[in-house]
């Protein structure tokens, strides 16, 4: 009896123990890259802009980039202020920041980019990666602009110190304004300042007006990091 006790007792302890590995995941990303009309290898840098797709363009035909936001403008001949990298999603998966981190270190190492000035935009599930990419690296964008989007509004305690601009459909079906309004109620009760813009009639497409007004561009470049980027 005195065993069985004993033996009872020893199953309910617990040890704290520690587990460390490191671990390593190769990444790979195909996608667009514009470089402005002003840019040149040896000349000036430039600004940054990553561009984040929906859920709508996934798989492995970055013509289907086109359809929305820079890539669209660009397609049409418009000139853009910065370097765009555009990249595609694969099918069925959801946006890696680990991938996307990578894609701007190496983007910011093979041209002539100004690292204050990196900026990041996205709709829908990118208005969602846009959140998240931001709030796990916190001092790498000088400012962002996701679109009908949302994520863990307690983790924008992160960016409070990040210029954001925020956009959404007030009829959005696929993902409610709610998503966006607690993303920025949220930062607003830990200190930050989002902008948020709000289209009365629109649904999910709140980013072709968004993305087809230059304010946006003009407020992006309004902003850089102060003492470049940190890890």
């Given at each position: 009896?005195?065993?069985?006790?004993?033996?009872?007792?020893?199953t309910?302890?617990?040890q704290?123990?520690?587990f460390?590995?490191?671990?390593?995941?190769?990444?790979?990303?195909?996608?667009?890259l514009?470089?402005?009309?002003?840019?040149a290898?040896?000349?000036?840098?430039r600004p940054?802009?990553?561009?984040?797709?929906?859920a709508?363009?996934?798989?492995?035909?970055?013509?289907?980039?086109?359809?929305?936001?820079?890539?669209r403008l660009?397609?049409?001949?418009?000139?853009?202020?910065?370097?765009?990298?555009?990249?595609?999603c694969?099918?069925?998966?959801?946006?890696?920041?680990?991938?996307?981190?990578?894609?701007?270190?190496?983007?910011t190492?093979?041209?002539?980019?100004?690292?204050?000035?990196v900026y990041?935009?996205?709709?829908?599930?990118?208005g969602?990666?846009t959140?998240?990419?931001?709030?796990?690296?916190?001092?790498?964008?000088?400012?962002?602009?996701?679109?009908?989007?949302?994520?863990?509004?307690?983790?924008t305690?992160?960016?409070?110190?990040v210029?954001?601009?925020?956009?959404?459909?007030?009829?959005d079906?696929?993902?409610?304004l709610?998503?966006?309004?607690s993303?920025?109620d949220?930062?607003?009760?830990?200190?930050?300042?989002?902008?948020?813009?709000?289209?009365p009639?629109?649904?999910?497409?709140?980013w072709?007006e968004?993305?087809?007004?230059?304010?946006?561009y003009?407020?992006?470049l309004?902003?850089?990091?102060?003492?470049?980027?940190?890890?």
């Open positions: 009896m005195q065993e069985d006790h004993a033996l009872a007792d020893s309910l302890s617990q704290a123990l520690t460390s590995k490191e671990i390593r995941k190769p990444v790979s990303l195909d996608y667009l514009y470089l402005p009309p002003t840019y290898p040896a000349g000036e840098p940054l802009l990553l561009f984040l797709h929906g709508g363009e996934r798989g492995n035909d970055l013509e289907l980039l086109k359809k929305h936001g820079p890539p660009i397609d049409r001949g418009e000139a853009l202020p910065f370097v765009v990298v555009s990249p595609q694969p099918a069925d998966q959801w946006w890696d920041t680990e991938a996307l981190i990578a894609l701007v270190d190496e983007a190492a093979s041209h002539r980019i100004d690292s204050q000035r990041v935009t996205g709709l829908s599930m990118g969602f990666g959140w998240k990419l931001a709030i796990e690296y916190p001092n790498r964008f000088a400012a962002i602009a996701p679109i009908c989007g949302g994520g863990m509004a307690h983790l305690r992160r960016i409070t110190h210029p954001i601009w925020v956009f959404h459909g007030a009829k079906q696929t993902v409610p709610r998503e966006s309004q993303m920025v949220a930062l607003k009760r830990y200190g930050g300042d989002a902008r948020l813009t709000i289209y009639e629109a649904q999910h497409d709140s072709t968004t993305y087809d007004n230059p304010e946006l003009t407020w992006l309004s902003h850089r990091l102060a003492d470049g980027p940190a890890t």
